[in-house]
């Protein structure tokens, strides 16, 4: 779950070249997300599942959120479910995405940042050379200055484009660049 500052999601989110390479990788926290869209206007309603595979004792986490807003701030309000009322969001709702999302901090400055590899979309696997390629960093304030790790390869930022939102990239796919 991102973090928020109250209710308000502050995020920048940038576009990858590629992920990380592996050595990396394995210093992260691996966490599998499946999210389904039940409402996709503002404000959103998604479903969530989540499952860190270092932890399988764990289990599966729930949850649902109405997400309001665009951008580099929106309001977020998660709440625990059950996994009944997410497998009936599975079968109902087609706008679906599925993602191995790795959190690791920056050395250089020890802010959290989460790359997400989107590997299904409404049940679909996303060949590899197709692969969407995310990272998000979490702010606590729209202003705060940070340092982009060494280790990412970033193609460009893509905070205040639409087409790479999560729930754009459910409904529509994978955006064609320009």
Not at 154 to 178: C, F, H, M, Q, W
């Amino acid at each position: 779950m991102a973090k928020t500052k109250g209710s308000q999601e502050i995020e920048r989110r940038f576009l990858l070249e590629e992920l990380p390479t592996l050595p990396i990788l394995k210093t992260a926290k691996m966490l599998n997300y499946k999210t389904i869209y039940v409402y996709t206007d503002d404000p959103e309603l998604r479903l969530r599942r989540v499952f860190q595979p270092a932890k399988p004792e764990l289990g599966f986490r729930f949850s649902m959120t109405i997400k309001f807003g665009e951008g580099i701030e929106r309001g977020e309000y998660p709440t625990p479910i059950g996994k009944k009322l997410f497998k009936e969001g599975t079968e109902k709702y087609p706008h679906q995405v599925e993602k191995i999302r790795y959190k690791r901090a920056n050395e250089s400055d020890g802010l959290l940042w989460e790359i997400d590899h989107f590997t299904h979309l409404k049940g679909l696997a996303v060949p590899r050379r197709k692969s969407l390629f995310l990272a998000e960093i979490e702010l606590d304030g729209p202003n705060q200055m940070f340092n982009i790790p060494g280790w990412l390869k970033i193609r460009k930022e893509v905070t205040n484009d639409l087409r790479y939102s999560n729930k754009n990239i459910a409904v529509y796919g994978i955006p064609v660049e320009d």
